[in-house]
């Protein structure tokens, strides 16, 4: 049985998903407070700015899964059983068109009532739920956002985008943390 420690992964998902919800609000702060500095040294390589934050993004993406998986593998190896969903499974739901607006948030929901001993693993937590209402919104307004690159849908995109970083940082610190004790919880109930 091998249990993982997830604390370095779960910093390192944390401060990307800082950094990526960042991109935004600071293009548009800096439009908005300087406008002549945004159009003379931002304005000309936005293309290339905005493609290395994509990059960024897809690679944030791609730690966050991990992050998942190894959740999930962790799970397993404490000896936590009858889990519907397998630790790949946690991650492709993400990409299967229509499927992809329930199955993740229900393999979230698992992970995260499974990591806190919480029986049944598909009762609601609002922290959850919070997290993936904003995620639909967010992939809803992200495709406003980028026909109205600097109008009032990419500020609401931006806010939308600080607000899902927050809740993903909560919810990424709240399955690390009850993740850190499996260890012990199976320890007591060996000698239970």
Not at 8 to 34: E, F, H, Q, S
Not at 71 to 94: I, M, N, Q, Y
Not at 110 to 138: C, F, K, M, R, V
Not at 160 to 185: E, K, N, Y
């Amino acid at each position: 049985m091998e249990i993982r420690n997830l604390g370095g992964l779960a910093v390192t998902v944390i401060a990307m998903v800082a950094i990526d919800a960042l991109w935004a609000p600071a293009k548009l702060l800096a439009a908005a407070l300087a406008p002549s500095f945004f159009a003379a040294n931002i304005r000309p390589d936005i293309e290339l700015l905005d493609a290395i934050a994509v990059a960024f993004m897809l690679v944030t993406s791609t730690v966050f899964a991990t992050w998942i998986y190894r959740c999930d593998k962790k799970l397993r190896d404490s000896g936590v059983d009858s889990l519907e969903f397998t630790p790949a499974s946690r991650v492709w739901w993400f990409f299967v068109p229509v499927a992809n607006l329930v199955k993740p948030f229900q393999g979230m929901r698992e992970l995260w009532n499974a990591s806190y001993g919480t029986w049944p693993y598909d009762s609601n937590q609002s922290l959850l739920s919070t997290w993936w209402a904003l995620w639909i919104i967010h992939s809803i307004s992200a495709n406003f956002a980028t026909r109205f690159e600097m109008g009032l849908w990419a500020i609401a995109d931006a806010a939308i985008g600080i607000f899902l970083a927050a809740t993903a940082i909560m919810l990424v610190r709240g399955i690390t943390l009850a993740q850190s004790q499996l260890g012990d919880r199976a320890l007591s109930e060996v000698f239970a």
